[in-house]
């Protein structure tokens, strides 16, 4: 069973930075894309930043300069370091990951973290 599990969400001050961190557990499987959205309420979930298994990287115009996703493939983990944080950054962020069970799957699938409140105060 893959899970994704969240961390390092919470408060900060505009100006301020967090990490979020994202390990995919379970057994036997491959990672391909990994990504954080976010959504902030009454709002839809938006891509923030994604990264694929090459290392290639994505961002949204608006988090461009100021966030970076990076990942640990020997951990299955996907990190997001967000610097110069903004109120406007204020929402819900959610992990995602593509993920082929050796035995399972013959294709990747989707899979959601819980996702992870970061509140940006002004």
């Known amino acids: 069973q893959v899970q994704l599990v969240e961390s390092g969400g919470g408060l900060v001050q505009a100006g301020g930075s967090l990490r979020l961190s994202c390990a995919v557990s379970?057994?036997?499987?491959?990672?391909?894309?990994m990504g954080w959205y976010r959504q902030a309420p009454g709002k839809q979930r938006d891509l923030v930043a994604r990264?694929?298994?090459?290392?290639?990287?994505t961002y949204a115009d608006s988090v461009k300069g100021r966030f970076t996703i990076s990942r640990d493939n020997a951990k299955n983990t996907v990190y997001l370091q967000m610097d110069t944080l903004k109120p406007e950054d204020t929402a819900v962020y959610y992990c995602?990951?593509?993920?082929?069970?050796?035995?399972?799957?013959?294709?990747?699938?989707?899979?959601w973290g819980q996702g992870t409140q970061v509140t940006v105060s002004s």
């Open positions: 995602n990951a593509e993920v082929r069970s050796w035995f399972v799957d013959t294709t990747y699938n989707t899979y």
């Open positions: 379970g057994s036997s499987f491959s990672i391909n894309a």
């Open positions: 990264i694929t298994s090459g290392g290639g990287t």
